[in-house]
């Protein structure tokens, strides 16, 4: 079973809407989980993190914990065709693992 | 905000050849650093962990005589891809841990797309 796994998409959202991308984990220690975004060709950039005792809202973006059902979310609001990218959710276990990435396209 | 430069941002060789990148913690000390590796529409994946002044810690697979790491400083760390032939052709990534945004927070260089001919 892999570590962190997420739904390679793509996911296709228009204009505004909420765009809304899940990410599971196996191992149940986990204290930590992040949210990158990738754009083609470049490196990943964190968005935001959360540790296990809660949620965490910053502007349009959300992360959420599941921690029964272990999966983290991450929700964009309004979602803006500049968010179209690629959204890399991490773990920290022994060391960061990730999962393979949500390809999001927003279309205007 | 943590700032980790990563030199150079691409690079072409010959098969055969070594290529050197180097990864450096512009505002903080970055004790720990990591390198990964990433191939087309595929996911990153950790090549090693590197500690300043020990042996760095390889992942199972990658062979470490021929991804060298030195992590002679705090602020910096290399990578050195001996004898690159086209299969090692990759987009190479390093991170560090330290600046202060939270614990166990990454912060990316921006990649080194390597091409070997």
């Known amino acids: 079973q892999k570590e962190v796994e997420q739904n390679s998409g793509p996911l296709s959202v228009p204009e505004g809407a909420i765009a809304s991308l899940n990410c599971t984990y196996s191992d149940r220690g986990s204290q930590s989980f992040f949210w990158y975004r990738q754009y083609s060709g470049k490196s990943p950039e964190l968005i935001m993190f959360?540790?296990?005792?809660g949620d965490k809202e910053d502007g349009r973006f959300t992360a959420q914990l599941n921690k029964a059902s272990q999966y983290v979310s991450l929700l964009i609001r309004d979602s803006q065709p500049s968010d179209s990218a690629t959204y890399l959710c991490a773990v920290n276990i022994d060391d960061m693992r990730f999962g393979a990435g949500t390809r999001l396209t927003v279309k205007p | 905000g943590a700032v980790v430069s990563q030199h150079p941002s691409w690079v072409i060789c010959k098969s055969g050849t070594s290529v050197k990148i180097e990864c450096r913690s512009l505002?903080?000390?970055?004790?720990?650093m990591f390198w990964y590796r990433q191939f087309p529409k595929k996911s990153l994946m950790l090549m090693a962990t590197s500690n300043e002044g020990s042996k760095a810690t390889y992942e199972q697979g990658v062979e470490k005589d021929k991804f060298l790491i030195n992590h002679a400083s705090l602020t910096l760390s290399t990578l050195t891809v001996t004898s690159a032939h086209p299969e090692d052709s990759s987009f190479y990534i390093c991170?560090?841990?330290?600046?202060?945004?939270?614990?166990?927070?990454?912060?990316f260089g921006a990649g080194s797309r390597l091409t070997v001919l």
């Open positions: 959360i540790y296990s005792n």
């Open positions: 991170s560090a841990t330290g600046g202060g945004s939270g614990a166990n927070v990454l912060t």
């Open positions: 505002d903080f000390q970055a004790t720990t």
